[in-house]
Each structure stands twice: as C-alpha cells, then as structure tokens.
C-alpha cells in the first residue's frame, strides 16, 4: 500500500491523519518538523509527503526543496492557513503538487492524496510510455499516424482511466474537442455524459449561469429555475473549451468546484454536490495571462495536473494525406457524390500549405472541394486555399503618435464601432475579453458591464 510521510508540529492533528489515513488503507509515518522528517526520507521509501506549511524552524519552501533534492518526482501535499494560499501556491511553482486550506475535512485531504497518488502513477507511466512508443495509438475520428499525434494519444491513454483533471493548450483548430471526447471516452466515466461550454460563445454576463444553474427569479428573464452545466455534468465529464477568457469572477467559482465538489446556483442557497471530471482548454498562453493578472495563479495550478499540447497542423504535415482520406468519405457520404480520392497534384498543393487554421481549415477546404467537384478523385482546380495577400508597404504609425497611443485609438475605435460592447469589441481586435479589460485599465478607462444589448446580439 502507499506509504505517506505526515510532517506536523501540532501532535493532535499530526494523529489525526495518522489514524484516518490508516483506516483507509495507507501507510503512515510522521515527524513533528522538517529537520525530522529529512532525515526519515533520507533512509526510507516514501510515495507521497503531506506537510504544515509553517514548521519551527525550516520553512514550507525549503523543506520542499530539501525534498526535491532527495527526489525530484516525489508528490508532496501542502497544509496552509487562509492567509498563506500565496506562499502555497509558489511552493506549487517549486513543485509541489497540490495544498489544502485548514481548517480542511478529513474527506477532503483524503481525495487530494487519491488525486496526487493518481497524477504520480500517470507521471511514471508517460516516461515508461516515451521509451516504447512503438506502440501504435488508434482512436475513432482522430487521425495520428505522425510521431507528435501519437505522442498526445500516448498521454490520453494515460490520463483517460484516472479522475485527474486535463489542460489541452494549442491553437484555433487542432482538435482539442476531439481529443477531450477521447479521454471521456475512455474513462470510467465513459456511460455518463459528456458535456461541452465554450466560454467564448456565450456573453461574459451569461456565462456563469450557464455554468451554475440558476432559481427562479434570480434575474429579470429568470421565471423558472435551469440547472448549470456543471449539474448536467455529474457522474461525467465537463469540457471547459476557452478556459482563458473566463471572468474574474467565475474563475473564483470554477477554483471552488475544483477544490470542494460543490456549488450554489446563481440566486440559490442550497450547496449542490457534483462528481465532474473537468477538461479544460485554452489557444492562449495562459502563462501569460498569469503574468498581466487576468488568469488566477491557483486555478492554473488546479487545472494543471495533467498538460497535454496539441502541435498545429503545419508541425505533422505526414498526417495530411490520412486526414484529406478521411474527410474525402465523410463528406462523399453525406453529399451523396461518389469521389473516392485526390490526385498527386492536388495533394502537393495541400501538403506544401501552412495551415494557420489547422486541421478545421483543412476540413472545410474539403468539404468545398467535394461539393464543388465534377470528377471522382479531386484535383488542382476543387481546391482554394485561403491565400495571404501580397505585402505592400510596411505599415507606419500616424505622425507624431507613439506606439502606445495607436494602440489605444485602435482599442478606442473598436468600442466605438462596437457600441460599447467589450465582448465584441474584444474579438474584433482578436484580443480575449480579460485581455482587452486589463488594457482598459491600463489606459485609466472606467470599470463598465456592457451594454444590456449584449445578450441580444451574441445569443
């Protein structure tokens, strides 16, 4: 069985986890400081550390490096007051895996030392997986023959059976859909539903109702109650696509369902349970976003437990001919057009394109293809790329204006051609809404919702 090394100066609680860690299977031994528990690490074999985060003399911080250095792969859970969630955090940076907050439940530490045990376990497996990935990984509508396709499939082979929540990062396009239905699929939680959200799609003053429900009244327009997404959700998996445009104020909410499996709807009282797996992913470089503080540091580190990228298109350009193959029959099918293939020419021009819209680009070229097609196999002439057009001059700044004051008169002529409205403006300038928010104040402009016309023109 696991074997826990609890790092405690409080005795009575020090027992506490001893025992109930015990009664549940594990192995349990203890030390009442850092310098004790070092050297207990340095003569036995341990699979996981939970430890206080204030201890008398070495601190939260330096005991976990002390730790790294005696093994680096060796999860460690940190227990922290309210007031040092920040210190915990940047312990999580240094490698930690996971904190609790005290006063925390017993249940509570329990399923993060299942969820850090599990995170471990998969850590393991990926590197035994990248020194035999001569195994072949097939999935149904997912088309990966390249090396880096199959290097994703091999982490969702590992990551499906366990609980542990996902973050897919890559570009518009790659088919982070598909491979977060994959892992649903091949989970325990395959019988149960699989929900999608795409925080984009719906306006920013929506989006955490349609998360959390809401009950009758809870807003004008509100005249029954709905249940959320996370509701719908139980027993199944939640894909959160566009994890970096959620608000401030959701990701707080998201960080509590993360944390503690519960949650009140919108106008609601009652606290709901819920049993979700949560897939999230972003095209953005959520580092980033961390940084211009418009993505909360502990969500990040909530959200990722297990990474999986998704390379564009242009990167496992062998996987062309499978995909336009694919898409061919899919589309002959539901158009009734009897085209079986794609002639050498036509392929070229596919396989000597850069693809900046990735594999849905590539989908809706042919689909184009196919049903303007006379022949049976498609040629040159089926296909149209969109081409980038031919620069001209080098763009130059106004005279007399700085960098950042074009910049600001850009953002200042998207709100007025918007009306005012963030969510549009925002995605007139390709920016995401906390971005453009975060700018705003930047420039001194006042805190403002958008117009009540949002909700009419987005949904």
């Known amino acids: 069985m696991p074997s826990i090394l609890i790092v405690e100066d409080e005795p009575k609680m020090r027992r506490l986890l001893?025992?109930?860690?015990?009664?549940?299977?594990?192995?349990?031994?203890?030390a009442g400081d850092a310098e004790a528990g070092l050297k207990m690490l340095n003569t036995e074999k341990f699979d996981?550390?939970?430890?206080?985060?204030?201890?008398?003399?070495?601190?939260?911080?330096?005991?976990?490096?002390?730790?790294?250095?005696?093994?680096?792969?060796?999860?460690?859970?940190?227990?922290?007051?309210?007031?040092?969630?920040?210190?915990?955090?940047?312990?999580?940076?240094?490698?930690?895996?996971?904190?609790?907050?005290?006063?925390?439940?017993?249940?509570?530490?329990?399923?993060?030392i299942k969820k850090e045990l599990a995170a471990h376990d998969l850590r393991e497996e990926n590197r035994a997986l990248r020194e035999a990935l001569g195994r072949r990984y097939e999935y149904a509508n997912v088309v990966a023959k390249s090396g880096?396709?199959?290097?994703?499939?091999?982490?969702?082979?590992?990551?499906?059976?366990?609980n542990s929540t996902v973050l897919l990062g890559g570009e518009s396009g790659v088919g982070k859909d598909l491979i977060a239905r994959a892992i649903h699929e091949h989970s325990s939680r395959a019988s149960g539903p699989f929900v999608k959200i795409n925080s984009t799609a719906i306006p920013e003053n929506l989006l955490e109702s349609e998360l959390f429900g809401y009950e009758k009244g809870a807003f004008s327009g509100a005249v029954s109650s709905k249940p959320g997404k996370f509701e719908l959700a139980d027993?199944?998996?939640?894909?959160?696509?566009?994890?970096?445009?959620?608000?401030?104020?959701?990701?707080?909410?998201?960080?509590?369902?993360?944390?503690?499996?519960?949650?009140?709807?919108?106008?609601?009282?009652?606290?709901?349970?819920?049993?979700?797996?949560?897939?999230?992913?972003t095209n953005r470089d959520l580092r980033a976003a961390?940084?211009?503080?418009?993505f909360r540091r502990d969500l990040y580190y909530r959200l990722n437990v297990v990474a999986i990228d998704i390379p564009p298109l242009r990167e496992h350009k062998e996987d062309i001919p499978e995909l336009v193959e694919f898409f061919i029959a899919r589309f002959a099918q539901s158009s009734g057009k009897k085209i079986t293939g794609i002639s050498p020419e036509a392929l070229q021009i596919l396989m000597q394109f850069s693809w900046p819209g990735n594999v849905r680009e590539l989908e809706n070229v042919i689909e184009r293809a196919v049903t303007f097609a006379s022949g049976p196999a498609l040629t040159p002439a089926d296909?149209?790329?969109?081409?980038?057009?031919?620069?001209?001059?080098?763009?130059?700044?106004?005279?007399?204006?700085?960098?950042?004051?074009?910049?600001?008169?850009?953002?200042?002529?998207?709100l007025r051609r918007a009306n005012g409205n963030k969510s549009q403006a925002a995605r007139a300038l390709g920016l995401s809404r906390n971005a453009l928010r975060y700018r705003l104040s930047q420039m001194g402009a006042p805190e403002e919702s958008d117009p009540p016309s949002e909700s009419a023109d987005e949904t």
Do not use: C
């Not at 001893?18 to 203890?30: I, K, P, Q, R």
């Not at 003399?57 to 859970?77: C, H, T, Y």
């Not at 959620?246 to 707080?252: C, D, E, G, L, S």
């Open 18 to 30: 001893e025992m109930n860690l015990a009664d549940h299977g594990f192995v349990t031994h203890s």
């Open 48 to 112: 996981l550390v939970v430890t206080d985060f204030k201890l008398p003399g070495m601190n939260g911080i330096e005991f976990l490096q002390a730790i790294k250095r005696v093994n680096q792969s060796l999860p460690v859970v940190i227990m922290t007051a309210y007031g040092s969630v920040e210190s915990a955090v940047e312990a999580m940076k240094l490698g930690a895996g996971d904190y609790v907050l005290k006063p925390f439940s017993l249940a509570e530490m329990l399923l993060v």
């Open 148 to 162: 880096k396709m199959q290097s994703v499939l091999a982490l969702v082979e590992r990551a499906a059976p366990t």
């Open 235 to 281: 027993k199944g998996t939640l894909f959160l696509d566009e994890i970096g445009d959620v608000p401030p104020a959701t990701q707080v909410k998201l960080l509590r369902v993360i944390q503690e499996r519960e949650f009140e709807r919108l106008g609601g009282t009652k606290t709901l349970k819920v049993d979700v797996r949560l897939i999230a992913a």
């Open 290 to 294: 961390l940084e211009d503080g418009t």
């Open 383 to 414: 296909i149209h790329l969109d081409l980038p057009k031919s620069a001209g001059a080098a763009p130059v700044l106004p005279e007399g204006m700085t960098l950042e004051q074009w910049e600001q008169e850009i953002i200042r002529e998207a």
